[in-house]
């Protein structure tokens, strides 16, 4: 069912990895290009089937394509698909194979479920914004990765899989209900454990991957350009303070967390000594974990990105758009072309 963000999201992931994806989507509305009319991303390698589903005949068609589908999946509120006579109570008895892909911000159930939100309004209740921030500072929102995307689309495409999986052994499909604050929770874990082994302080911007060691953090350069830098084994760090020219004396132990304050300025100022590029050349070959900071305009460009094919043109567009991912061995996934509509007699249109 055609929607917005994560759904469209996992529609792609799957696309991508081999899937017949069809989005259904309203009368007139046959997909949605971007600005400068750039295509939609997340369409690519899926076709539009446009019903009316306020129609007796709408209806009856998606009834019908459940019965001989692998997947369905919907992001509406709770309640709205089985208003419309299509929720799992009613399709699931007519295609029991059917696995029913549901998600949502907040999930099926739970006070809630019927409430509007976005990303931010998840990973706030998900105690995943809070901690993201330097100390002294604001909490800053990660995009829209952490909710809608990774926790969301990317948690709801592994589900439909492992439903699958066991649709193998059982013979029967079942509901798979994806919440973003369930799968920006579960992104979490490892701060949880943290916290639970003493090794994270709630203050913000004081602990190991949050900026607040300094052999952990993003640093300027001398161009006003970025590395990152994230040497956390000894080993690596070793290399990183060799690498950095800073007297060893004042860089060990590096676990010293009352020494961290103090040391960051020594790592910014070392760095801001030679432009990005530069710390790039100079890290070659090391174990020093710095790397260059890229704007989204710079990714494709980079020597590792190309030699990997990680990002694709669009056809009839200058934009690039990311490779499908993970990359299978014996049967490589790939990128379909841009949205190519259906009508409901079953004939192909091109939308622009």
């Given at each position: 069912m055609?929607?917005?963000?994560p759904?469209p999201?996992?529609g792609?992931?799957l696309?991508d990895l081999g899937?017949d994806?069809v989005?259904i989507g309203?009368?007139?509305r046959?997909?949605r290009?971007?600005?400068r009319?750039?295509?939609?991303?997340?369409g690519?390698?899926?076709?539009?089937?446009?019903l009316d589903?306020?129609?007796q005949?709408?209806?009856?068609?998606v009834?019908?394509l459940?019965?001989?589908?692998?997947v369905?999946?919907e992001?509406?509120?709770?309640?709205?698909?089985?208003?419309?006579g299509l929720?799992?109570?009613?399709?699931?008895?007519?295609?029991?194979?059917?696995?029913?892909?549901?998600i949502?911000?907040?999930g099926q159930?739970?006070?809630?479920?019927?409430?509007?939100?976005?990303d931010i309004?998840y990973?706030?209740l998900a105690g995943a914004l809070?901690?993201?921030?330097r100390?002294?500072?604001?909490?800053?929102?990660?995009l829209?990765l952490?909710g809608?995307f990774?926790g969301?689309g990317?948690?709801?495409?592994m589900?439909?899989?492992?439903a699958l999986?066991?649709?193998?052994?059982?013979g029967?499909?079942?509901?798979v209900?994806?919440?973003?604050?369930?799968?920006?929770?579960?992104?979490?874990?490892?701060?949880h454990?943290?916290?639970a082994?003493?090794?994270?302080q709630d203050e913000?911007?004081t602990?190991?991957?949050?900026?607040?060691?300094?052999?952990?953090d993003?640093?300027?350069?001398?161009?006003d350009?970025?590395?990152s830098?994230?040497a956390?084994?000894?080993?690596?760090?070793d290399?990183?303070?060799?690498?950095l020219?800073i007297?060893a004396?004042?860089?060990?132990?590096?676990?010293?967390?009352t020494?961290?304050?103090?040391?960051?300025?020594?790592?910014?100022?070392?760095?801001?000594?030679?432009?990005?590029?530069?710390?790039v050349r100079?890290?070659?070959?090391?174990?020093?974990c710095?790397?260059?900071?890229l704007s989204?305009?710079?990714?494709?460009?980079h020597?590792?990105?190309?030699a990997?094919?990680?990002?694709l043109p669009v056809?009839?567009?200058?934009?690039?758009?990311?490779?499908?991912?993970?990359?299978f061995?014996?049967?490589p996934?790939?990128?379909?072309?841009?949205p190519t509509?259906?009508?409901?007699?079953?004939?192909?249109?091109?939308?622009?």
């Amino acid at each position: 069912m055609d929607g917005q963000g994560p759904l469209p999201f996992c529609g792609m992931i799957l696309a991508d990895l081999g899937a017949d994806v069809v989005t259904i989507g309203r009368p007139g509305r046959p997909g949605r290009p971007a600005p400068r009319g750039v295509p939609d991303f997340f369409g690519r390698g899926k076709q539009t089937l446009e019903l009316d589903l306020k129609s007796q005949s709408g209806v009856a068609e998606v009834r019908r394509l459940a019965e001989s589908a692998d997947v369905l999946t919907e992001g509406f509120r709770p309640g709205v698909m089985e208003r419309l006579g299509l929720g799992p109570d009613t399709l699931l008895p007519l295609a029991p194979r059917l696995v029913y892909g549901r998600i949502t911000g907040w999930g099926q159930s739970g006070p809630l479920a019927q409430q509007a939100g976005h990303d931010i309004n998840y990973i706030g209740l998900a105690g995943a914004l809070e901690p993201i921030g330097r100390s002294g500072s604001d909490p800053v929102p990660p995009l829209a990765l952490v909710g809608d995307f990774g926790g969301g689309g990317l948690l709801l495409a592994m589900g439909i899989c492992a439903a699958l999986v066991e649709r193998g052994t059982s013979g029967q499909g079942q509901v798979v209900d994806a919440a973003c604050v369930d799968g920006a929770s579960l992104l979490m874990t490892v701060v949880h454990w943290m916290r639970a082994a003493g090794r994270w302080q709630d203050e913000r911007g004081t602990n190991l991957f949050d900026s607040g060691a300094p052999f952990y953090d993003v640093y300027r350069t001398a161009d006003d350009k970025y590395v990152s830098v994230g040497a956390v084994e000894p080993r690596f760090y070793d290399d990183l303070v060799k690498l950095l020219g800073i007297d060893a004396e004042l860089m060990y132990p590096q676990y010293d967390r009352t020494a961290w304050p103090r040391r960051k300025p020594l790592v910014a100022e070392a760095i801001a000594s030679a432009t990005r590029d530069e710390w790039v050349r100079r890290a070659a070959g090391g174990d020093a974990c710095l790397s260059a900071v890229l704007s989204p305009a710079e990714v494709a460009s980079h020597p590792h990105h190309q030699a990997r094919a990680s990002f694709l043109p669009v056809d009839g567009s200058t934009a690039v758009q990311p490779a499908p991912a993970p990359r299978f061995g014996r049967t490589p996934a790939s990128a379909g072309p841009v949205p190519t509509p259906l009508d409901s007699s079953g004939g192909t249109r091109r939308w622009t």
